[in-house]
């Protein structure tokens, strides 16, 4: 309805004299719902350009739109200038037969074209997932489940940081670790792990090693496989063994969130293709790249920044940036028409340097979309807590998940924004009631999946084509009117890449449904009314159920 309102108004418009040619009319549904179901601020818009009050332009803008009656019962003009719009009952009802006959295709669109990459996770192998990583997984995952939806062909995509200092680091953790076990009684040191935390630890250690259990079992498995030859592994084998493993710690994890890849890009191939020093090359031929104090410097200032920034350090070592400029390189040459970005807020003054250096390099840097996400706090009794630190000086993912469930877990992570802040409520995440969201939800597709188990159980047939235009109640119309919003919703949160659209609609879902079930009795009604309500309430549980696997999460017919 939203698209025919726009079409009929911008040609409405488009024979106006006097409307810019660049005027780009809203549509928004009203705060009141007496105020009809979609409005306009045209006129008031076009008042300046038009030289005449925005009502007296609101009633001429009224007076020339040719609506379909079948669609649109009442136009009307209200307060200064606004123009209403209200829906017709038969709209409604064939609306609500189109649902129903989509069933688990209603929301998906083909308005989106071409090929989408969403790079999401992309967490060094060096430990196991936090709950700081689980918000990266599932915003990504949702993200991408939204632009499926929307009409993209997406893959999904875990960059693997298997290069660079952070991986020598790890291999020197795991040696240490094998040596201390052959020699348990060898030199050890103290080293400060946190706030007045300290441990012991071997004293070939380094100094910003890779704490946790997890080091040590990855050790342990080199001794008895090894023995005493574990001690003089080279750091390569060490790394391998490390990555291999703590890599299907990885897998797991995601797994529990029902997050599956399509693709791991290993960040070794660009060293080992090439693609580093060729980037690096194109770069200082377009001026943007210069050697200075034994390190080689991307001309940031020339891009806004207040300081330019190092691309090599003087060990010869590149800084993140440069592999991440030739990564998203390699993106545009595969091909994709859009690549989102999933980054923590510490990512936030990094990444626009990467755009810099792809808009230097000729690439259109605005099918770049970075999403920045803020950080999640754990909170229990109104207070911040840690669960275990049996794996290292953090919260685990999976820790997190054997709390709350996955479902839960996916459901919390959405619930809000993505650039806010995070307050993950333990208490309210475990509750088994109306106050949990997700729980809430899921309660209302349980519900109405009880509701048609009970029509079959008293014997009730509901008619193959029931007459839904006997849903004239106000709680059936406004339950439809939010029913029909579903698909809008969809490509709304796909294009601002705002999986939290989603949860939020879906609430608005079940209130409706609980007043439509609170108000309108279904078995004990006449037969034809009884049908078309049956009807309506599998319309809702098809919503509900399409919503819900959008997000990731899944939809129970009992709780």
């Given at each position: 309805?939203?698209?025919?309102?726009?079409?009929?108004?911008?040609?409405?418009?488009?024979?106006t004299?006097?409307?810019?040619?660049?005027?780009?009319p809203?549509?928004?549904?009203?705060?009141?719902?007496?105020?009809?179901?979609?409005?306009?601020?045209?006129?008031?818009?076009?008042?300046?350009?038009?030289r005449?009050?925005?009502?007296?332009?609101?009633?001429?803008?009224?007076?020339?739109?040719?609506?379909?009656?079948?669609?649109?019962?009442?136009?009307?003009?209200?307060?200064?200038?606004?123009?209403?719009?209200?829906?017709a009952?038969?709209?409604?009802?064939?609306?609500?037969a189109?649902?129903?006959?989509?069933?688990?295709?209603?929301?998906?669109?083909?308005?989106?074209?071409?090929?989408a990459?969403?790079?999401?996770v992309?967490?060094?192998?060096?430990?196991?997932?936090?709950?700081g990583?689980?918000?990266?997984?599932?915003?990504?995952?949702?993200?991408a489940?939204?632009?499926?939806?929307?009409?993209?062909?997406?893959?999904?995509?875990?960059?693997?940081n298997?290069?660079?200092?952070?991986?020598r680091?790890?291999a020197?953790?795991?040696?240490?670790?094998?040596?201390?076990?052959?020699?348990?009684?060898?030199?050890?040191?103290?080293?400060?792990?946190?706030?007045?935390?300290?441990?012991?630890?071997?004293?070939?250690?380094?100094?910003?090693?890779?704490?946790?259990?997890?080091?040590?079992?990855?050790?342990?498995?080199l001794?008895?496989?090894?023995?005493?030859?574990?001690?003089?592994?080279?750091?390569?084998?060490?790394?391998?063994?490390?990555?291999?493993?703590?890599?299907?710690?990885?897998?797991?994890?995601l797994e529990?969130?029902?997050?599956?890849?399509?693709?791991?890009f290993?960040?070794?191939?660009?060293?080992?293709?090439?693609?580093?020093?060729?980037?690096?090359?194109?770069?200082?031929?377009?001026?943007?790249?210069?050697?200075?104090?034994?390190?080689?410097?991307?001309?940031?200032?020339?891009?806004?920044k207040?300081a330019?920034?190092?691309?090599?350090k003087?060990?010869?070592?590149?800084?993140?940036?440069?592999?991440?400029?030739?990564?998203?390189?390699?993106?545009?040459e595969?091909?994709?028409?859009?690549?989102?970005?999933?980054?923590?807020?510490?990512?936030i003054?990094?990444?626009?340097?990467?755009?810099?250096?792809?808009?230097?390099?000729?690439?259109?840097?605005?099918?770049?979309?970075?999403?920045?996400?803020?950080?999640?706090?754990?909170?229990?009794?109104?207070?911040?807590?840690?669960?275990?630190?049996?794996?290292?000086?953090?919260?685990?993912?999976?820790?997190?998940?054997?709390?709350?469930?996955a479902?839960?877990?996916?459901?919390?992570?959405?619930?809000?924004?993505a650039?806010?802040?995070?307050?993950?409520d333990?208490?309210?995440a475990?509750?088994?009631?109306?106050?949990?969201?997700?729980?809430?939800?899921?309660?209302?597709?349980a519900?109405?999946?009880?509701?048609?188990?009970?029509?079959?159980?008293?014997?009730?047939?509901?008619?193959?084509?029931?007459?839904?235009?006997?849903?004239?109640?106000?709680?059936?119309?406004?339950?439809?009117?939010?029913?029909?919003?579903?698909?809008?919703?969809i490509?709304?949160?796909?294009?601002a890449?705002?999986?939290?659209?989603?949860?939020?609609?879906?609430?608005?879902?079940?209130?409706?449904?609980?007043?439509?079930?609170?108000?309108?009795r279904?078995?004990?009604?006449?037969?034809?009314?009884?049908?078309?309500?049956?009807?309506?309430?599998?319309?809702?549980?098809?919503?509900?159920a399409?919503?819900?696997?959008?997000?990731?999460?899944?939809?129970?017919?009992?709780?």
């Open positions: 309805m939203k698209d025919y309102l726009d079409a009929e108004l911008r040609a409405t418009l488009a024979a004299d006097g409307v810019p040619d660049d005027f780009e809203m549509l928004e549904k009203p705060n009141d719902p007496s105020h009809g179901d979609l409005a306009t601020n045209a006129a008031l818009q076009l008042a300046r350009h038009l005449k009050a925005p009502r007296q332009i609101a009633e001429e803008l009224v007076e020339a739109l040719d609506l379909d009656p079948a669609r649109i019962a009442e136009v009307s003009v209200a307060g200064p200038g606004f123009i209403n719009f209200r829906f009952e038969e709209f409604l009802a064939d609306a609500l189109e649902l129903l006959e989509a069933s688990r295709s209603f929301g998906r669109t083909a308005d989106a074209q071409g090929r990459l969403v790079e999401y992309s967490a060094n192998p060096t430990g196991p997932l936090t709950v990583h689980g918000r990266n997984a599932v915003l990504g995952d949702t993200i489940n939204l632009l499926d939806w929307a009409g993209y062909d997406v893959t999904r995509e875990y960059y693997f298997d290069a660079g200092r952070q991986m680091v790890l020197e953790s795991v040696k240490a670790r094998c040596e201390a076990l052959l020699n348990p009684d060898g030199p050890t040191k103290t080293l400060t792990v946190g706030e007045g935390e300290t441990v012991e630890v071997p004293a070939s250690f380094p100094e910003d090693g890779y704490q946790g259990q997890y080091i040590v079992d990855i050790a342990r498995a001794v008895d496989e090894h023995g005493e030859a574990a001690a003089e592994l080279s750091l390569d084998a060490c790394q391998q063994a490390a990555q291999e493993t703590i890599f299907a710690m990885i897998e797991r994890t529990r969130l029902d997050v599956e890849m399509d693709a791991f290993n960040e070794r191939s660009l060293y080992d293709e090439g693609k580093i020093e060729a980037t690096l090359s194109k770069l200082r031929d377009e001026g943007t790249v210069y050697d200075a104090d034994g390190a080689t410097w991307f001309k940031t200032t020339a891009f806004g207040e330019d920034t190092v691309l090599v003087s060990t010869g070592e590149p800084t993140y940036r440069l592999p991440d400029i030739a990564y998203h390189v390699d993106k545009f595969r091909g994709f028409d859009v690549m989102i970005d999933v980054f923590g807020a510490d990512h003054a990094t990444y626009p340097d990467i755009l810099s250096a792809l808009d230097v390099l000729g690439f259109e840097k605005d099918r770049v979309d970075v999403v920045i996400y803020q950080f999640v706090t754990l909170v229990r009794g109104g207070e911040p807590v840690k669960m275990s630190t049996r794996m290292a000086n953090y919260v685990t993912l999976d820790e997190l998940i054997d709390e709350v469930t479902d839960v877990a996916r459901f919390f992570f959405l619930m809000r924004s650039n806010t802040h995070l307050e993950f333990l208490d309210l475990k509750e088994a009631s109306d106050k949990n969201p997700v729980f809430y939800l899921q309660y209302a597709h519900r109405i999946c009880s509701v048609l188990r009970k029509a079959e159980e008293v014997g009730f047939t509901a008619d193959a084509a029931p007459d839904l235009g006997l849903l004239t109640h106000d709680a059936e119309v406004a339950l439809i009117k939010t029913l029909r919003r579903f698909p809008a919703e490509r709304k949160a796909a294009q890449r705002a999986p939290h659209y989603v949860p939020q609609y879906l609430r608005e879902v079940a209130v409706a449904f609980t007043t439509f079930y609170d108000q309108c279904i078995i004990g009604q006449d037969e034809a009314l009884a049908s078309a309500r049956l009807a309506l309430a599998r319309a809702t549980r098809i919503v509900l399409n919503g819900l696997t959008v997000l990731g999460i899944s939809a129970p017919d009992r709780m």
